[in-house]
């Protein structure tokens, strides 16, 4: 068993090789579980036993063979054991979680340093007495060794009768015992030196093997607790899941069919709403604004009708029946003549090739939703001047429907999005964008009749798109008849676009109001009501506002705002002017069909002196416009008087002059000047420049020179110093 020239133990080789794995398969469980303590300490006890046996057990020295001294061989071999031993109550104090081995955990490592230190590193260098040390230096450690076991015990015990926990407390007797053996290993010097390295082996590593068992089931038994935890937690969290999940797919079918059952009965009042107007008209005659509202009610019916379909869509239900034939053609022809004449109120050119004849195995309605969404979205997003292409052809058994312009186009990223349902792009609406809904049914259509739809747009490199809708052709058989149960709506969403609405004539005797809404529409119904008491001026963005402010004669004296808007929405355009000087004196009304407390929460905060929500009385609207500008109109006069005393009773003006201002008012009155013609003239008169007075208005300096020209006129003067002269005489 030993290998000449050097005598190796192979017994303890191959017990610091199993040592040197545990070290390591520790090492990689700490890596990985850093919070746990223990396994530090238990890897800091590997590597003081594997270097003890390297030093004491692996050699039997001293060996002369060995080329280090006797003496440092010597003390390697007696004395490295006893560094193991120091650590050992340190490990049960922290591994173990005793609180009555505080001391020993903290101190103890003294009563073995102090005598092995003292006798292997001092007194046997000096005096070479190496049968003295080996034989004295045992005793105070075993007294010690007696103390500590003793106060472990009743550690364990104490522990035990806190907890009540039996396993725990055979537990920690593994770890006692193997403790035990260890502080039995002195007694190996009792023994002859021919069988002390196997004894040795026995004893000093038993305990290691012992406390490296102990550790083991310790750590198999948490990780065991922590699966079931985790079992346990995801049981319990997938359970929680399944009952949420229930929950809010009950909620949101409740919310589904409150929403579809609100739908469905509101179909009827407005087919009601449209036959009895549909009656009116016919038997009174058109007026503007019965046109008006009848296309509004088309509108809101279309948009509800969609919002119906999908939502019979969303829940398995078939809308259309496809066991019938629909000519294509003709179904594509009856809708071109009226989109043709939209198309010309928007000068836009329209042109088609439309092969003749095309049937298809579909509800004549379905081919209608998807040619009237189509070719309505292409006349919606091309500007004025464009053109649109429409084509209906054949490619071997399948019909391709394609409809191109050369409009605002479509970016690659939302070729997917715009079949969302709700989902709109965000373009120039003019009052005619929808809801969100038509191409969404228009895919479910086309899937449906196993068809596809490809959208071809890249506005980067070119305006315009074209989109191509791809079905299966049916070959007409004989006796089959094809069904014309379609109908040729009268509203496409587009006759909107037919309004023109330009600022009213500026009359100075006037106060201004500037309506910002995209509705035309509503912009129409606002200015039909406001213009014949107020100049009235209109843009259809927060953008359009700002450059209109700049190009009035006046600046408006009250804002009415819509909030959603493109470019510029309301909540933007009403923060550019408070953070702005110039403009932030101006009140600001929200009207808007955003109704949360949240959204009237921020539009008040950015200013606004109220958040009408719509629908709304026109008459409340007119009454509160009107209350706004006279309350307006008296605190700018009250401020221009109080500005005018403060001015002369600064000492420019006495009592005299005081009597000359009651004549200058007169005269100014004679001349039938206006009240903001006497503002300006009494600033005049104080000597204020033409920029000071636009400042103290809050006008615009070339606003103020056009009243000077106005008042210079009418007093019939030339400049200045003759209308001062004029007016006070």
Same mark, same amino acid.
């Given at each position: 068993?030993?290998?000449?020239?050097?005598?190796?133990?192979?017994?303890?080789?191959?017990?610091?090789?199993?040592?040197?794995?545990?070290?390591?398969?520790? !090492?990689?469980?700490?890596?990985?579980?850093?919070?746990?303590?223990?396994?530090?300490?238990?890897?800091?006890?590997?590597?003081?036993?594997?270097?003890?046996?390297?030093?004491?057990?692996?050699? *039997?020295?001293?060996?002369?063979?060995?080329?280090?001294?006797?003496?440092?061989?010597?003390?390697?071999?007696?004395?490295?054991?006893?560094?193991?031993?120091?650590?050992?109550?340190?490990?049960?104090?922290?591994?173990?979680?005793?609180?009555?081995?505080?001391?020993?955990?903290?101190?103890?490592?003294?009563?073995?340093?102090?005598?092995?230190?003292?006798?292997?590193?001092?007194?046997?260098?000096?005096?070479?007495?190496?049968?003295?040390?080996?034989?004295?230096?045992?005793?105070?450690?075993?007294?010690?060794?007696?103390?500590?076991?003793?106060?472990?015990?009743?550690?364990?015990?104490?522990?035990?009768?806190?907890?009540?926990?039996?396993?725990?407390?055979?537990?920690?007797?593994?770890?006692?015992?193997?403790?035990?053996?260890?502080?039995?290993?002195?007694?190996?010097?009792?023994?002859?030196?021919?069988?002390?390295?196997?004894?040795?082996?026995?004893?000093?590593?038993?305990?290691?093997?012992?406390?490296?068992?102990?550790?083991?089931?310790?750590?198999?038994?948490?990780?065991?607790?922590?699966?079931?935890?985790?079992?346990?937690?995801?049981?319990?969290?997938?359970?929680?899941?399944?009952?949420?999940?229930?929950?809010?797919?009950?909620?949101?079918?409740?919310?589904?069919?409150?929403?579809?059952?609100?739908?469905?009965?509101?179909?009827?009042?407005?087919?009601?709403?449209?036959?009895?107007?549909?009656?009116?008209?016919?038997?009174?005659?058109?007026?503007?604004?019965?046109?008006?509202?009848?296309?509004?009610?088309?509108?809101?019916?279309?948009?509800?009708?969609?919002? !119906?379909?999908?939502?019979?869509?969303?829940?398995?239900?078939?809308?259309?029946?496809?066991?019938?034939?629909?000519?294509?053609?003709?179904?594509?022809?009856?809708?071109?003549?009226?989109?043709?004449?939209?198309?010309?109120?928007?000068?836009?050119?329209?042109?088609?090739?439309?092969?003749?004849?095309?049937?298809?195995?579909?509800?004549?309605?379905?081919?209608?939703?998807?040619?009237?969404?189509?070719?309505?979205?292409?006349?919606?997003?091309?500007?004025?001047?464009?053109?649109?292409?429409?084509?209906?052809?054949?490619?071997?058994?399948?019909?391709?429907?394609?409809?191109?312009?050369?409009?605002?186009?479509?970016?690659?990223?939302?070729?997917?999005?715009? !079949?969302?349902?709700?989902?709109?792009?965000?373009?120039?609406?003019?009052? +005619?964008?929808?809801?969100?809904?038509?191409?969404?049914?228009?895919?479910?259509?086309?899937?449906?009749?196993?068809?596809?739809?490809?959208?071809?747009?890249?506005?980067?490199?070119?305006?315009?798109?074209?989109?191509?809708?791809?079905?299966?052709?049916?070959?007409?058989?004989?006796?089959?008849?094809?069904?014309?149960?379609?109908?040729?709506?009268?509203?496409?969403?587009?006759?909107?676009?037919?309004? +023109?609405?330009?600022?009213? *004539?500026?009359?100075?005797?006037?106060?201004?109001?500037? *309506?910002?809404?995209?509705?035309?529409?509503?912009?129409?119904?606002?200015?039909?009501?406001?213009?014949?008491?107020?100049?009235?001026?209109?843009?259809?963005?927060?953008?359009?506002?700002?450059?209109?402010?700049?190009?009035?004669?006046?600046?408006?004296?009250?804002?009415? +705002?819509?909030?959603?808007?493109?470019?510029?929405?309301?909540?933007?355009?009403?923060?550019?002017?408070?953070?702005?000087?110039?403009?932030?004196?101006? %009140?600001?009304?929200?009207?808007?069909?955003?109704?949360? %407390?949240?959204?009237?929460?921020?539009?008040?905060?950015?200013?606004?002196?109220? !958040?009408?929500?719509? %629908?709304?009385?026109?008459?409340?609207?007119?009454?509160?416009?009107?209350?706004?500008?006279?309350?307006?109109?008296?605190?700018?006069?009250?401020?221009?008087?109080?500005?005018?005393?403060?001015?002369?009773?600064?000492?420019?003006?006495?009592?005299?002059?005081?009597?000359?201002?009651?004549?200058?008012?007169?005269?100014?009155?004679?001349?039938?000047?206006?009240?903001?013609?006497?503002?300006?003239?009494?600033?005049?008169?104080?000597?204020?420049?033409?920029?000071?007075?636009?400042?103290?208005?809050?006008?615009?300096?070339?606003?103020?020179?056009?009243?000077?020209?106005?008042?210079?006129? &009418?007093?019939?003067?030339?400049? &200045?110093?003759?209308?001062?002269?004029?007016?006070? +005489?």
């Amino acid at each position: 068993m030993l290998l000449p020239p050097i005598h190796v133990n192979f017994v303890i080789l191959a017990i610091i090789v199993l040592e040197i794995a545990i070290f390591f398969n520790q !090492f990689l469980f700490f890596l990985a579980r850093k919070h746990e303590k223990n396994r530090k300490y238990h890897m800091i006890l590997s590597v003081l036993l594997i270097l003890y046996n390297i030093a004491e057990n692996l050699f *039997i020295l001293p060996d002369p063979l060995i080329p280090v001294p006797i003496m440092l061989q010597n003390i390697l071999s007696e004395s490295t054991g006893y560094f193991v031993t120091m650590y050992i109550p340190f490990y049960c104090y922290k591994t173990l979680e005793l609180k009555g081995l505080r001391f020993h955990g903290k101190y103890g490592f003294l009563f073995l340093l102090v005598p092995v230190g003292g006798l292997y590193l001092i007194y046997y260098p000096l005096t070479n007495d190496f049968d003295f040390v080996k034989n004295y230096a045992y005793y105070l450690p075993a007294c010690y060794a007696v103390t500590a076991l003793i106060a472990s015990y009743r550690a364990i015990r104490s522990k035990y009768k806190e907890d009540k926990d039996k396993k725990g407390y055979h537990q920690r007797l593994w770890i006692y015992w193997a403790v035990v053996i260890w502080c039995a290993s002195p007694a190996i010097d009792l023994i002859s030196d021919a069988e002390k390295w196997l004894l040795g082996a026995l004893f000093n590593n038993l305990n290691f093997l012992l406390l490296s068992s102990f550790f083991m089931v310790k750590s198999v038994r948490k990780f065991m607790e922590e699966r079931d935890q985790l079992r346990e937690a995801k049981d319990t969290l997938t359970e929680k899941v399944k009952e949420k999940t229930y929950q809010l797919e009950r909620s949101n079918e409740q919310r589904t069919n409150a929403l579809v059952n609100l739908v469905h009965e509101t179909k009827t009042p407005l087919t009601l709403i449209k036959n009895y107007l549909d009656e009116y008209i016919n038997k009174y005659g058109f007026k503007e604004e019965l046109g008006i509202v009848k296309n509004n009610i088309d509108k809101l019916n279309k948009d509800i009708s969609n919002l !119906f379909d999908l939502e019979r869509y969303n829940k398995g239900f078939e809308i259309y029946n496809h066991n019938q034939v629909a000519n294509f053609s003709r179904i594509l022809k009856d809708n071109l003549v009226l989109f043709k004449n939209y198309c010309r109120n928007k000068n836009i050119s329209l042109q088609e090739n439309i092969t003749e004849g095309l049937m298809i195995k579909a509800d004549p309605g379905a081919v209608n939703g998807i040619v009237v969404n189509l070719t309505e979205n292409a006349i919606k997003y091309t500007n004025e001047g464009g053109h649109i292409n429409i084509e209906l052809t054949t490619e071997g058994n399948k019909i391709i429907f394609a409809v191109s312009d050369n409009g605002i186009g479509i970016t690659r990223g939302l070729h997917e999005r715009i !079949f969302e349902p709700y989902y709109q792009i965000n373009s120039e609406k003019g009052g +005619s964008q929808g809801m969100g809904l038509g191409l969404p049914i228009v895919k479910k259509t086309v899937n449906d009749l196993l068809g596809e739809i490809i959208i071809e747009s890249n506005p980067e490199n070119d305006p315009g798109t074209k989109v191509r809708v791809i079905l299966l052709k049916h070959e007409q058989q004989e006796k089959e008849e094809t069904n014309p149960g379609y109908n040729v709506n009268n509203y496409a969403g587009l006759e909107i676009s037919k309004l +023109s609405i330009a600022d009213s *004539i500026y009359d100075e005797k006037k106060q201004t109001v500037l *309506i910002v809404e995209d509705n035309t529409t509503m912009v129409s119904y606002l200015f039909k009501k406001l213009s014949p008491k107020y100049n009235v001026t209109v843009a259809f963005n927060g953008a359009e506002a700002l450059l209109k402010m700049r190009e009035y004669p006046v600046l408006p004296d009250l804002i009415i +705002s819509d909030v959603m808007m493109d470019k510029v929405d309301g909540f933007k355009l009403a923060k550019i002017l408070t953070e702005d000087p110039e403009y932030k004196h101006i %009140p600001f009304i929200f009207l808007s069909a955003k109704h949360t %407390p949240q959204d009237r929460a921020q539009g008040l905060k950015l200013g606004a002196i109220d !958040f009408i929500q719509k %629908p709304f009385s026109s008459d409340e609207l007119i009454l509160k416009v009107s209350s706004v500008l006279e309350n307006t109109a008296k605190q700018k006069h009250a401020f221009y008087d109080n500005a005018i005393k403060a001015l002369k009773t600064g000492g420019h003006l006495d009592f005299k002059q005081k009597d000359t201002t009651s004549k200058f008012e007169k005269n100014c009155k004679a001349y039938q000047l206006t009240p903001r013609e006497i503002d300006i003239t009494k600033l005049i008169s104080e000597g204020y420049s033409y920029k000071q007075i636009g400042d103290t208005l809050f006008i615009a300096e070339r606003t103020v020179k056009k009243h000077v020209q106005n008042i210079f006129e &009418k007093v019939a003067i030339t400049n &200045k110093v003759q209308l001062i002269n004029k007016l006070e +005489s």
